[in-house]
């Protein structure tokens, strides 16, 4: 049964900094994301990488700023979020897809697993 497995959600204040992580397991997968859900607003994206390649994608309010990775452990992937805003206040959630159709198909929700998300709030 496949798993993933969200840490390190928490308060920081603005211009603070936090590292998310997500340990998956039960298989390998094509690509892993981060995607986030505020209060009142849809499940977003925010960053993906490819397994194999190790490439990387973000959405724009977060480059330069966040940083996905993939760890030595296998299917662990961190979010490394630097100078975080009030307006990245979410939800965040790790996901996972077996296949990679597209690089485009990384940006919307059809992954196959998610973890069960991790509260991230950022003050003013």
């Known amino acids: 049964q496949v798993q993933l497995i969200e840490t390190g959600g928490g308060l920081v204040q603005a211009g603070g900094s936090l590292r998310l992580s997500c340990a998956a397991s039960g298989r390998t997968f094509a690509a892993m994301g981060w995607f986030r859900q505020a209060p009142g607003k849809e499940r977003e994206f925010v960053a993906a990488?490819?397994?194999?390649?190790?490439?990387?994608y973000y959405t724009d309010s977060v480059k330069g700023r966040f940083t996905i990775s993939r760890g030595g452990a296998k299917n662990t992937v961190y979010l490394q979020m630097n100078n975080l805003k009030p307006e990245d206040t979410a939800v965040y959630f790790c996901?996972?897809?077996?296949?990679?159709?597209?690089?485009?198909?990384?940006?919307?929700?059809?992954?196959?697993?998610w973890g069960q998300g991790t509260q991230v709030t950022v003050s003013s």
């Open positions: 990488i490819k397994w194999a390649s190790g490439s990387t």
């Open positions: 996901a996972a897809k077996s296949i990679l159709i597209s690089t485009q198909s990384l940006l919307n929700l059809n992954y196959d697993y």
